[in-house]
């Protein structure tokens, strides 16, 4: 864990929203900037890889969180966690599958956005919030994919897999469990730091991502659903199949 604060990106055209969230965050100890539209979201993004953490409405006049997201995944993969309205689960969903890390429901606790943050800050520094050192440091070769805890990237084909810090995380547990079915609720636990919740559905698109990630370097079918339960890696004396 680094020293200074965590410094947090807070865009939403609410301007009395973010000015109650970044007085909440700056009590929790994080250096909180605000920004109120999405053109200027993109712009400072852009310019700039100083954030540790994006928190992004997706309902915004002009250019919307989702367009942010697009434009912002092209230059890197900064943590993003996705405002959205209770019950929106198709900007949700689109957000996952254009690479938000997670998403929370508006209106928001304070509290629980400054959980969300922490659980995000957890898995991308692959170190406790306490400080902890982290965890040492694991070397994977598994169907062709090279995972290295300690620089937290997934090589295929000499290619660097364009992963997010939840979809690295992800296919980090199910190389270290190959062989075994992870429940969703354990996934959901483990790589967001946080409980399953009723018609969550972000789990599921995490691993979509890392499939068509993998297909795109030629390894298909070596993450299976079990049906009801959630997921498992094949070990490779186990045959390649297509999911139940």
């Known amino acids: 864990m680094k020293n200074e604060k965590y410094k947090i990106l807070l865009v939403d055209d609410d301007e009395t929203l973010c000015a ?35 928190v992004l409405d997706i309902m915004m006049p002009g250019m919307s969180g989702l367009d942010v997201l697009r434009n912002v995944r092209a230059k890197g993969q900064v943590p993003i966690l996705m ?12 957000g996952l599958e254009m690479g938000a890390d997670d998403y929370l429901g508006k209106p928001c606790n304070p509290r629980e956005l400054s959980a969300r943050i922490k659980a995000i800050i957890r898995r991308t520094e692959n170190s406790l919030a306490n400080g902890a050192p982290s965890k040492a440091i694991v070397h994977t070769l598994l169907h062709g994919i090279e995972l290295d805890t300690g620089t937290r990237t997934a090589v295929v084909n000499n290619n660097i897999l364009p992963l997010t810090s939840a979809e690295f995380n992800a296919l980090s547990l199910l190389m270290e469990r190959a062989g075994q079915t992870i429940t969703k609720q354990d996934m959901t636990q483990e790589v967001l730091n946080r409980p399953l919740e009723a018609y969550d559905r972000a789990m599921d698109v995490h691993i979509s991502r890392i499939r068509q990630k ?24 186990q045959p390649a199949q297509s999911d139940d």
């Open 20 to 54: 109650l969230l970044s007085e909440f965050l700056q009590e929790e100890g994080f250096e909180v900037e605000t920004l109120h539209s999405g053109n200027a979201a993109t712009e400072r993004l852009l310019q700039s890889d100083e954030f540790d953490t994006v």
């Open 83 to 94: 405002l959205t309205g209770r019950g929106d689960d198709i900007d949700r969903i689109v």
């Open 214 to 237: 993998l297909s795109s370097e030629g390894i298909n079918d070596v993450i299976k659903s079990i049906r009801g339960v959630g997921y498992q890696m094949l070990t490779e004396q």
